[in-house]
């Protein structure tokens, strides 16, 4: 399976109420610290790929809950389409002492306050990133044949939501982290 995402930086305020007007229903609002790791093998940042650890707490719930992703490369050049799997983890800390047994190094630390809403079939998320600011994604998952409609349909409700698909951002949240270390 594939994830089709767009990714834009925008104004909460304004995005907020194109959401209650196109009557997008609230899903949660949680915080997110994403541990990404460096592979012993081969260098993620050169294959475009990530791994990741991700510990996610509900801000309604207050409760936490841990996840592991491996993000392939980019397969197009129109959106941050990529293969992605993902799992459950029931032990954070175990997770990461195997990956540290495995030799992969904690490479850096993501960390951001999401409210996501559905809409259309889409997940539209509002993202605060600590060190990088406010931003609007929209996904939905799909087969390789879905992939150009399944965009196609999110740049569409970009433009429904104020946005334009134009200014989408290709980079992950850690390469924009990361190129602002460089600066």
């Known amino acids: 399976m594939y994830e ?23 899903v949660d609002h949680v915080r997110q610290v994403d541990t990404y790791y460096d592979a012993p093998h081969r260098e ?12 996610e707490t509900d801000l309604d719930a207050e409760e936490t809950t841990t996840a592991m992703t491996y993000k392939g490369p980019l397969v197009e050049a129109a959106s941050k389409t990529r293969e992605e799997y993902e799992t459950g983890v029931d032990d954070g800390d175990a ?3 195997i990956l540290d047994g495995l ?7 993501v960390e951001k306050e999401r409210e996501r809403f559905a809409l259309d079939g889409y997940t539209v998320t509002l993202d605060a990133v600590e060190g990088l ?24 409700l970009l433009r429904d939501l104020g946005l334009d698909p134009d200014e989408q951002i290709r980079s992950s949240y850690l390469g924009l982290l990361l190129a602002d270390d460089a600066q």
């Open 103 to 109: 030799g992969f190094e904690p490479a850096a630390t």
């Open 95 to 97: 997770a990461a002492g």
């Open 133 to 156: 600011g406010s931003f609007v994604e929209i996904e939905r998952e799909a087969a390789e044949s879905d992939i150009e409609q399944v965009r196609t349909g999110a740049q569409e």
């Open 44 to 55: 993620f940042a050169e294959t475009d790929e990530a791994l990741r650890l991700r510990e």
């Open 4 to 26: 089709v995402e767009l990714k834009v930086e925008a104004d909460h305020g304004a995005v907020r109420a194109a959401l209650d007007d196109a009557g997008a229903e609230p």
